[in-house]
C-alpha cells in the first residue's frame, strides 16, 4: 500500500516508485515476448509476403483505374499507408493464440501468481504487438520506396508512424487477447480471428475512401478503429497528404478505445487458467 503524508495524501516519492515499479513490470512482459522472435524469425519473413502481394498485385491493378483515389494522389501512395495498417492488423489480431498456448502450457499460470497486476501483464503483451508491427513497417516502407510512392521521409513523420502503427497493434493485439478470454481453444480462435480480420479491414478506408461505400458501409467504418490508424498513417506516411479527421483526433479514438480494451482483457486475463 502506498504510503500517505500527514494530510492523508499518498506520499509523492512513494507513488513515483509505484509508477516506475509498473512500467518496469510492463517492459519485462513485452521484453518476454519480444524475444521470442529471436527463436522464430521465419515468422518475420512470411509477414511479408502479404504486403508485397498486396502493393505489387493488386496496387498495380488498381492504378490503372482512374479517379479511385481521392485528391488526385496515386493509387499506390494511397494504398500504401492502407495495406501498412492491415499488415500490422493481422500481426496483431492473432495475437491471442499465443495466449492459449501459453495456457497449454503451464506459462499462463506463472504469470498470474506473479505479483504484476493483471493489466501490466495485458499492458506488456500490447506493447510486444506493437514491436511486432513495427517489423511490417520497415517491409513496407522499402516496398514502397522501390515502387516509387511518394513516402515522406521526415523524421517527425516516421516516429508518428511509428507510434500509431504501436497504439493500432496494442489495440487490436488486446481485442484478441478478449477474444481468446472468450473461447479458450485455438481452433474457436481460429475461426473468429478470420471471420472478424476481413469485416474490419474492408470496413475501412484501408483500400478505398469512404465516398465510394454506401452509407450503411461508411457508417459502420466510422465506428471502425482501423479507420482512424489508416487516416493517420496515411497523412504521416505520404508527402503533401492530409488527414481527414486530425492527428489528435484519430490518436485519441486509438488510445482511447485501447485504454478500455486493456481494461476489460485486464479483468478477463486470470478466467483463461480455468
Given at each position: 500500500?502506498?504510503?500517505?503524508?500527514?494530510?492523508?495524501?499518498?506520499?509523492?516519492?512513494t507513488?513515483?516508485?509505484?509508477?516506475?515499479?509498473?512500467?518496469?513490470?510492463v517492459?519485462?512482459?513485452?521484453?518476454?515476448e519480444?524475444?521470442?522472435?529471436?527463436?522464430?524469425?521465419?515468422?518475420?519473413l512470411?509477414?511479408?509476403?502479404?504486403?508485397?502481394?498486396w502493393?505489387?498485385?493488386?496496387?498495380?491493378?488498381?492504378?490503372?483505374?482512374?479517379?479511385?483515389?481521392?485528391?488526385?494522389?496515386?493509387?499506390?501512395?494511397?494504398?500504401?499507408?492502407?495495406?501498412l495498417?492491415?499488415?500490422?492488423?493481422?500481426?496483431?489480431?492473432?495475437?491471442?493464440?499465443?495466449?492459449?498456448?501459453?495456457?497449454?502450457?503451464?506459462i499462463?499460470?506463472?504469470?498470474?501468481?506473479?505479483?504484476?497486476?493483471?493489466?501490466a501483464?495485458?499492458?506488456?503483451?500490447?506493447?510486444?504487438?506493437?514491436?511486432?508491427?513495427?517489423?511490417?513497417?520497415?517491409?513496407?516502407?522499402?516496398?514502397?520506396?522501390?515502387?516509387g510512392?511518394?513516402?515522406?521521409?521526415?523524421?517527425?513523420?516516421?516516429?508518428?508512424?511509428?507510434?500509431?502503427?504501436?497504439?493500432?497493434?496494442a489495440?487490436f493485439?488486446?481485442?484478441?487477447?478478449?477474444?481468446?478470454?472468450?473461447?479458450?481453444?485455438?481452433?474457436?480462435?481460429?475461426?473468429?480471428g478470420?471471420?472478424?480480420?476481413?469485416?474490419?479491414?474492408?470496413?475501412?478506408?484501408?483500400?478505398?475512401?469512404?465516398?465510394?461505400?454506401?452509407?450503411?458501409?461508411?457508417?459502420?467504418?466510422?465506428?471502425?478503429?482501423?479507420?482512424?490508424?489508416?487516416?493517420?498513417?496515411?497523412?504521416?506516411?505520404?508527402?503533401?497528404?492530409?488527414?481527414?479527421?486530425?492527428l489528435?483526433?484519430?490518436?485519441?479514438?486509438?488510445?482511447?478505445?485501447?485504454?478500455?480494451?486493456?481494461?476489460?482483457?485486464?479483468?478477463?486475463?486470470?478466467?483463461?487458467?480455468?
Amino acid at each position: 500500500m502506498a504510503q500517505s503524508d500527514v494530510t492523508g495524501r499518498p506520499n509523492a516519492d512513494t507513488v513515483e516508485a509505484s509508477t516506475d515499479n509498473y512500467l518496469t513490470q510492463v517492459f519485462a512482459v513485452a521484453a518476454a515476448e519480444v524475444q521470442k522472435l529471436y527463436h522464430d524469425p521465419i515468422e518475420l519473413l512470411t509477414r511479408a509476403v502479404q504486403p508485397v502481394l498486396w502493393l505489387m498485385l493488386f496496387g498495380e491493378v488498381m492504378a490503372r483505374v482512374r479517379g479511385v483515389a481521392p485528391g488526385g494522389i496515386p493509387y499506390l501512395d494511397f494504398l500504401a499507408a492502407g495495406i501498412l495498417a492491415q499488415s500490422a492488423l493481422f500481426v496483431a489480431i492473432f495475437y491471442g493464440i499465443s495466449a492459449i498456448w501459453e495456457r497449454d502450457l503451464g506459462i499462463l499460470q506463472r504469470y498470474l501468481v506473479s505479483p504484476a497486476p493483471r493489466s501490466a501483464l495485458v499492458a506488456g503483451k500490447a506493447m510486444s504487438a506493437g514491436v511486432r508491427g513495427l517489423s511490417q513497417t520497415f517491409i513496407v516502407y522499402l516496398l514502397a520506396l522501390l515502387l516509387g510512392v511518394g513516402v515522406s521521409l521526415d523524421p517527425f513523420h516516421i516516429s508518428g508512424v511509428v507510434a500509431v502503427i504501436i497504439l493500432g497493434s496494442a489495440l487490436f493485439s488486446t481485442l484478441s487477447l478478449i477474444i481468446a478470454c472468450i473461447v479458450k481453444t485455438r481452433e474457436r480462435f481460429m475461426g473468429i480471428g478470420q471471420v472478424i480480420t476481413m469485416p474490419i479491414f474492408f470496413a475501412s478506408n484501408a483500400i478505398y475512401p469512404l465516398s465510394l461505400m454506401p452509407n450503411w458501409l461508411r457508417g459502420v467504418s466510422h465506428i471502425n478503429p482501423l479507420t482512424y490508424e489508416v487516416d493517420a498513417l496515411r497523412a504521416l506516411m505520404l508527402a503533401n497528404v492530409e488527414s481527414e479527421y486530425g492527428l489528435i483526433f484519430d490518436t485519441s479514438v486509438l488510445a482511447g478505445v485501447t485504454i478500455l480494451l486493456v481494461a476489460i482483457a485486464s479483468k478477463m486475463y486470470a478466467r483463461m487458467a480455468y
